[in-house]
């Protein structure tokens, strides 16, 4: 079964807003990681957080975790129209199973010219 | 050179051929993975390739038989393939296996399966 859960599913907004989208994931974790996905092509990295760590910045991005809630969040400030993609939680290092990522749903953001 | 190169990024085939998806990347690393993804759905982890060792989802029907020829390469054999399997698959690499890596991901082969 799917380890995290994305919500809002979608979301669209005007350029210039700030963008929150959550994932939520059921067991523990060592890691969690977001990685962005354009219009069915490969995914980018964009951020990884430590099950030790609560909040990490890179650029125009802030991500943070909360563990007691099993939860995190992603917002990306003055969204831009080139943001419009997928947007995809990730978690490793859980159920015990082979390397490799655990996907949630995702959320499909879409920016407003 | 850092990136993950997928080659063909279209494929067409029949239920009866036998056709391979070919990943290389030449950035050292030592882990690779296979992943499955459907329209609109999450990518599925199908195989991965960690210091030489293979990890297999169980889910993954035998139909798929991945092949490390070199550190560098991984290919996805595909035989007897079924509609269903249509898709785009993916292919990445990270620098060690384990947990908390970056993974690096091709641009995909979209599969269609008639």
């Known amino acids: 079964s799917q380890q995290g859960e994305e919500d809002p599913q979608a979301l669209s907004i005007q350029e210039g807003e700030n963008a929150t989208m959550n994932c939520s994931y059921k067991t523990s974790i060592n890691n969690l990681q977001w990685y962005r996905q354009n219009s069915g092509r490969g995914l980018v990295h964009l951020i990884l957080?430590?099950?030790?760590?609560r909040e990490k910045h890179s650029g125009r991005l802030r991500v943070t975790l909360d563990t007691s809630k099993k939860s995190s969040s992603l917002l990306i400030t003055a969204s831009r129209a080139a943001d419009t993609a997928s947007y995809f939680c990730a978690t490793d290092g859980s159920g015990g199973g082979a390397d490799g990522l655990t996907f949630g749903k995702g959320t499909h953001l879409i920016i407003q010219p | 050179d850092t990136e993950v190169t997928q080659t063909p990024k279209h494929l067409v085939m029949g239920m009866t051929n036998k056709k391979s998806l070919k990943c290389e990347q030449h950035m050292g690393h030592r882990a690779m993975y296979w992943y499955k993804q459907k329209a609109k759905k999450p990518p599925e982890l199908m195989f991965v390739y960690s210091y030489e060792k293979l990890s297999i989802n169980e889910s993954v029907p035998s139909r798929f038989s991945p092949e490390c020829p070199n550190s560098s390469l991984l290919n996805l054999h595909l035989h007897a393939l079924q509609p269903e399997d249509s898709a785009l698959y993916l292919c990445a690499s990270s620098p060690w296996g384990g947990w908390g890596n970056e993974q690096f991901f091709g641009p995909g082969t979209r599969l269609t399966v008639l």
């Open positions: 957080i430590r099950s030790n760590e």
